[in-house]
């Protein structure tokens, strides 16, 4: 899939409301565990990298909310959403991905 066809999917994700626009709380990054792309709806596989998004409970939810993306869709859905809420990344000391902050950086 090209990266427009990507962004396309990734727009309609936030638009119906299948993953939030705003910054995750926490993310992950590994090996995929066979869970399906919110973004693209095929499995991130085991050869592959997925990052896990957790997001806190958005109103009436009653637990945080965890998503498994690949690399690219997760790229598409950072260039989609409002510039302001963007994701920088923090590695924990064993080098893996850790929390998130939120990028507050005008561009």
Same mark, same amino acid.
């Given at each position: 899939?090209?990266?427009?066809?990507?962004?396309?999917?990734?727009?309609?994700? #936030?638009?119906?409301? *299948?993953?939030?626009?705003?910054?995750?709380? *926490?993310?992950?990054?590994?090996?995929?565990?066979?869970?399906?792309?919110?973004?693209?709806?095929?499995?991130?596989?085991?050869?592959?990298?997925?990052?896990?998004?957790?997001?806190?409970?958005?109103?009436?939810?009653?637990?945080?909310?965890?998503?498994?993306?690949?690399?690219?869709?997760?790229?598409?859905?950072?260039?989609? *959403?409002?510039?302001?809420?963007?994701?920088?990344?923090?590695?924990?000391?064993?080098?893996?991905?850790?929390?998130?902050?939120?990028?507050? #950086?005008?561009?």
């Amino acid at each position: 899939m090209d990266e427009s066809e990507l962004r396309a999917k990734a727009r309609e994700a #936030i638009r119906s409301r *299948r993953l939030p626009n705003r910054a995750p709380e *926490r993310m992950w990054g590994g090996p995929g565990v066979g869970a399906s792309c919110v973004i693209c709806d095929t499995p991130v596989k085991r050869d592959e990298v997925e990052f896990e998004l957790e997001f806190a409970p958005d109103g009436g939810d009653p637990g945080p909310r965890n998503y498994h993306v690949h690399v690219r869709c997760f790229a598409a859905w950072e260039f989609e *959403r409002p510039v302001n809420s963007r994701v920088v990344p923090v590695l924990s000391n064993d080098g893996t991905m850790a929390d998130c902050e939120r990028d507050t #950086i005008s561009r």
